[in-house]
């Protein structure tokens, strides 16, 4: 499979020895705690050590700081020990809040949480370095 070829359903695939909870993009939305527990338990089950979620079911509130629903869903998949890419196009929403676009900066310096353009970056930030 092409890094970009998105699956049919959610799937587990491993990137440089992470295994990589893949979700589809027509799946339920990320839109709070309880969904963003449904895809723990799911990743959990499945022995995944990240999750990448398409940004298609990334509701427009998430990118809305001030919502709190990234910070709750974020501090969620923190707790579990659990890593967490958003994976699509986001320009739209970063042009439109500075506080979002510092967000994203501080984010893609981390572990924890990334956001990425496509499939083939998270790829690449998966490859072992040195």
Not at 4 to 13: L, M, R, S
Not at 19 to 41: F, H, K, Q, T, W
Not at 68 to 73: C, D, K, L, T
Not at 88 to 110: C, K, P, T, W
């Amino acid at each position: 499979m092409d890094a970009d070829t998105v699956p049919p359903a959610d799937e587990i695939v491993t990137l440089n020895g992470i295994s990589v909870l893949r979700c589809a993009p027509d799946g339920p939305a990320l839109d709070g705690e309880r969904a963003a527990l449904d895809l723990i338990g799911d990743a959990g089950w499945r022995e995944a050590e990240l999750v990448a979620v398409p940004v298609e079911r990334v509701p427009d509130e998430f990118f809305r700081l001030r919502s709190g629903i990234a910070g709750a869903i974020v501090q969620k998949f923190a707790q579990y020990r659990l890593r967490l890419a958003v994976v699509g196009d986001i320009s739209q929403h970063v042009a439109a809040s500075q506080a979002l676009r510092d967000f994203v900066y501080e984010s893609n310096l981390g572990d924890q949480l990334w956001f990425l353009s496509a499939y083939a970056d998270l790829d690449e930030r998966l490859r072992p370095t040195g």
